[in-house]
């Protein structure tokens, strides 16, 4: 074990920001969804005020829910482009090279903008035929009420893609130079406005209008633009460490686009296959019954809350991984390596253990009616196991092998994980094996069984070791 203090305190200095970043936009997310789980008015829904369906909570939890695993793909492939500059940037900030940082910086802005831009224009033009790879629009009562409430939120929603694209690629670049801060401010003014706005809008409260599941999207728009507000003035006016002014925003050499597109643009195009696998693995759930729909997105929110500070530290860990291949001490990496990979081991048993007991109270909070909350309590009960892999392979991935520059190993392993093993195996075990629902979510995620192994494998050897910084 490495016994630097600032080892730990870099790592703290980055996570505990991140962690608390994640928990509270995680966190309204959940309450987004106990708020639209609880609508209990058809017309609140977009549907006829003598509407006789009585599990309106279902119906409103899968069609919110369903349209998120669309704009989970999206922020995926925004904080995969800004993660591969995060690689280029904590290796340029080894060597104290803040020139050449400002230059990286406006390549994964209009990047990441112009991706935001085709997402709000598909929206727009088509949202019916998005929404139907996550979402069936069968005849059937629910099925087709569930459809519709989709639609009506996803073309409202979309335009919050704009502005949290901006903001994010300006926070990935802050934090790989080791400002922080900045995610504490934008959390909690998000959140601030999110879950004002949410109570206000969705149910009609200190004089707003009642407008349900449109009233939820207009609040997260809202959020996402108090979000660029703030990190825009923080990243221009108030953070030192870099001197950034608005016009930095223009330059950026041709080399450096050579460069991102070899070393960068690996881990983007990792995130972003990753997050097709995701929305792939959500339309083979959104295909079957609302309950069971229903139960996934409350499970998968607990999931991910159990991953919020296992992927803060990773974030840390690639920050100082990246600043020691830049200084080229290549012996102080290894040392930090190993050190991370033993406090991810046994951090990962630590969440299995309270994901596990937490999951009873964590589901009675939802409104699901019928066999959804018992199909998300068995969901989450196998989840937590494979919480262990998860975690330890994530620091690995995620922080030790893109701060060392070896991304385009890590998005070789994604992409032969999910679309040989998980999205294949997980189709038979819903529409040809037919298993349990909490069967079916195992397979979704039979793939943080043995990931672990083979990221314990590569760090053995040196070959994940990679200078990717220019002289």
């Known amino acids: 074990m490495v016994r630097d203090k600032n080892f730990y305190k870099t790592i703290l200095r980055i996570a505990i920001p991140s962690a608390f970043q994640s928990l509270v936009s995680l966190a309204v997310t959940y309450l987004d969804d106990l708020m639209v789980s609880w609508i209990d008015k058809p017309q609140l829904l977009g549907l006829p005020a003598g509407s006789t369906v ?14 998120n ?10 904080l995969g482009l800004t993660s591969g500059s995060g690689v280029l940037i904590a290796q340029y900030w080894g060597k104290k090279d803040t020139r050449r940082i400002k230059q990286v910086f406006p390549l994964v802005a209009l990047l990441t903008l112009c991706v935001s831009l085709v997402f709000v224009l598909l929206a727009r033009l088509c949202p019916g035929p998005l929404l139907r790879v996550v979402l069936s629009s069968s005849s059937s009562a629910s099925s087709g009420e569930a459809f519709h409430i989709a639609v009506r939120y996803f073309s409202i929603v979309a335009f919050s893609y704009i502005p949290y694209a901006l903001a994010y690629s300006m926070v990935g670049m ?9 995610t504490l401010y934008i959390t909690v003014g998000a959140m601030l406005v999110n879950l004002f706005f949410n109570y206000a809008l ?5 004089g707003f209008p009642a407008l349900g599941v449109e009233g939820a999207a207009i609040a997260t728009i809202l959020a996402r633009v108090t979000e660029l507000a ?18 930095d925003l223009l330059r950026s050499p041709f ?30 759930i959104g295909h079957l019954a609302v309950e069971v729909v229903a139960a996934y997105r409350a499970a998968e929110m607990m999931m991910s809350m159990g991953m919020i500070f296992t992927n803060a530290l990773a974030a840390g860990a690639c920050v100082v991984i990246g600043k020691t291949v830049g200084q080229k001490d290549y012996k102080k990496t290894r040392e930090y390596s190993n050190t991370i990979q033993i406090m991810f081991a046994v951090f990962g048993v630590a969440m299995c253990l309270v994901v596990f007991c937490l999951r009873g109270v964590f589901i009675d909070a939802y409104g699901l009616s019928g066999q959804a909350p018992v199909y998300a309590k068995q969901m989450i009960a196998l989840g937590a196991i494979t919480l262990m892999g998860t ?19 890590v998005m070789i392993v994604d992409l032969i994980c999910g679309w040989l093993v998980v999205l294949p195996f997980s189709y038979l075990a819903a529409y040809v094996f037919k298993l349990e629902p909490a069967l079916v979510f195992l397979f979704l ?8 192994i083979i990221a314990f494998l590569r760090l053995r050897g040196d070959k994940w070791i990679k200078n990717v910084t220019r002289d």
């Open 69 to 78: 695993s669309l704009t989970n793909f999206f922020t995926a492939m925004v």
């Open 202 to 206: 969705i149910f009609g409260h200190f």
């Open 54 to 67: 009585t599990d309106l909570g279902n119906l409103a939890l899968t069609g919110v829910g369903q349209t």
């Open 445 to 452: 995620r039979i793939d943080q069984c043995f990931k672990w």
């Open 174 to 182: 802050l934090r790989a130079v080791e400002v922080v801060k900045v």
């Open 230 to 247: 703030i990190v825009w003035l923080y990243a221009f006016r108030v953070q030192k460490a870099i001197d950034l002014k608005p016009r």
């Open 391 to 409: 975690t330890y392979h994530a620091s690995c991935f995620v922080g030790i092998n893109r701060g060392a520059g070896d991304g385009k190993f």
């Open 255 to 284: 080399s450096l686009w050579t460069d991102y597109r070899r070393y960068g643009l690996p881990v983007g195009l990792g995130d972003a296959q990753w997050s097709l696998v995701g929305l792939f693995k959500s339309a083979i």
